[in-house]
């Protein structure tokens, strides 16, 4: 036998060490070494019991028979490949949900990033380095590709101090970081209850070797080793991870990003309970169920189950904490929000035709509750549905301009209106001076930033007109120009010109109006001049994603971080380094074409495969040996 002492949690080690010999306790732990090699790859776990060690040798690894663990794709341009979901329009042949990791979540994630699989990732597996190999990692995912994208399973973050588990719907794809779990269909509940289990993070962390952090790669997962059960087991684990995954996704639904949102916070009681307290007791009980069957199943004593359950941090530090740090994806758990701003928001989508005010007035009922591996939806539940009227008619621009009929500050006031809820004050103010900003954060996901609001506007900010993303095409700048700026101009135009006709009897008020509304016509001529040198040749693509389709337009944002970003992406357009986009044809169609003949990944993009010219196999040169006295 042999001691060792745990000392990770003494902060004076030499203290510790000296207790710890003196006394003995928790912290003392008598371990026959040879233990170590029932588990594969013999980690060094003293800590755990004979018993629990036993369990890697009593039953099978998860990975074998019908269960499989896999990694998936690795795209080696996420910039191209991959976009946040409400990026693009919706379709079922181009973009696919894509696991990319996350923060720590049981049961239920909602999945925000999609990735380019048109063509079983025709673009991605032709994309060729210098040297003609493929970038990206899907050569070596051939079998994984053919058989498990698209398939319904779990999966969980990149790493983290606990274990969680979350759903992976049918007919998505899964990442190098967004590891994944398959197994029979109606199997897969039960699994991710025990996957969630707190016996299956002890065995995990035994296997790791480790206490704390964890990565949790496919050979740890798949080898972690998983109990029979009954068929009444198997049922009572299934429905506990069914009401998890429900209640986790009821959580969701005040998140105006995610694929369950229904209403903000400050409205969301008015399609059904909900009780954030509420739902934290309950999930905090169906954790217990179900860490209570397994802990039977797997047959850890009562010693071995207060050691599982000892020294776990809380569910709220293990969401705060378990960051992913990772090149491959940089999700966290979503931040609060104010409920008065989140109001707002949803106000400012429901203006736009994005979201359905009659959820919150009671005249549309909420749609059913999905099962938790269909489809992802092209929408939430929570906008509008297609065919039914918006709240106001439109052509996919608002204005921040009062008096007008498509005044955006007016417009979110008759939405709170119409929805009985007290206006705030300083409306016009928020949308002026707050709204982009946090917009812009809020809508950034998985190192992309994808506002779908677009404040278009005069070099003070006086003037603003305000684009839906969604609804932009290659006439929304004409729309601009003839049906917003050109007749503000010519009511400008008219307010200078009575006040020029006044001559010297313009009183001092007069005088400051008409030199306000000078400089208030030239910012006006000069963005409708902007506009009309930009609208010929602007085609946007929802498939190149919100980044390229808004870098022309990078002189008409006035928020100086995300006008930078658009000013960049904009010179790396010019210069020929994302080809790929549409845009890029539309702009440098003659460079772009030429690019066709020898990358035939581009072509695929552009639907200009006929162009692409196959280079000539190289001749396998004789390796012969030369004839004495004469030449070969």
Known sequence: MTTFLRLLEDKDKQSGLASAIRTGGDNVFEVDPSSFFQVPGTPFAYWVSEAVRQTFRRFPAFDGADRAVKQ??????????????????????RWYGFAKGGAFSRFYADMPVVVKWESDGAEIKNNLNEKGGIRSNVWMLRDTATNYFLQPGMTWPLRGITFSSQVVPKGCVFSVAGKMAFAPAHELETWLAVFNSRPFDYLVRLFAGKVGGVQYEVGLIGGIPVPAMSSDQSIQLSKLARRGWSIKRALSSTEEKSHAFLLPAALRSRIGDFDHQAIDTELASIQAQVDDIAFSLYGFSDSDRTA?????????SEELSDVIADDEVDEEAEPAIDETVGLLSWAVGVA??????????????????PKPFDPLPAKSPGMLPDGAAS??????????????????ARLIEEVLARVEVPVPEAVRRWLQRDFFAFHLQRYSKSRRKAPIYWPLATTSGSYTLWVYYPSITSQTLYTAINDLVEPKLQQVGADVTALRNKGSARTRDDEKQFESLQAFELELIELRDTLLKLAPTYKPNHDDGVQISAAPLWPLFRHK????VLKDTWAKLEKGDYDWAHLAMNYWPERVREKCKTDKSLAIAHGLESLYIEPEAKPIKARGKKKAGGDE
Do not use: C, M, Y
């Open 352 to 369: 736009f035709g994005r979201f359905d005010w009659r959820l919150a007035t009671g005249e549309r009922a909420a749609p059913a509750e």
């Open 72 to 93: 998936g794709l690795a795209t080696a341009d996420d910039f191209r490949f991959v976009r946040i979901w409400w990026e693009i329009l919706p379709n079922g042949q």
């Open 308 to 316: 599982a359950l000892g020294g776990q941090v809380s569910l709220e």
């Open 561 to 564: 971080p995300w006008q930078k």
């Open 391 to 408: 709240f106001h008619a439109h052509a996919g621009i608002l204005v921040d301009d009062q008096g007008h009929l498509h005044d955006l």
